[in-house]
């Protein structure tokens, strides 16, 4: 694998479900995962932009998920001038 997966503090899966499900379908028993620290929103903002990158989604999958990702951000980091 590559490029390991990605889970967070409680092993939560954060990126690579397909790469998740390859090694599963190899029979591996284990895979290299890199941990994060991020915190739920931060999580969900990496699990998006995975998702983006992404080739097969439909327009309408790609708008709810940059839209999510959207709200996210701007709660992450709110425009105090944009009031």
Known sequence: ????????????LV???????????LGWMEVECAVCELDSLPAELAEIDENVIRTGLSDL???????RRKKIYETLAPCHDCA
């Open 15 to 25: 990126a690579g479900l397909h790469r998740l499900e390859a090694a599963k379908r």
């Open 1 to 12: 694998m590559m490029n390991p997966i990605t889970v967070d503090a409680d092993y939560t």
């Open 61 to 67: 999958e790609l708008s709810d998920l940059l839209a």
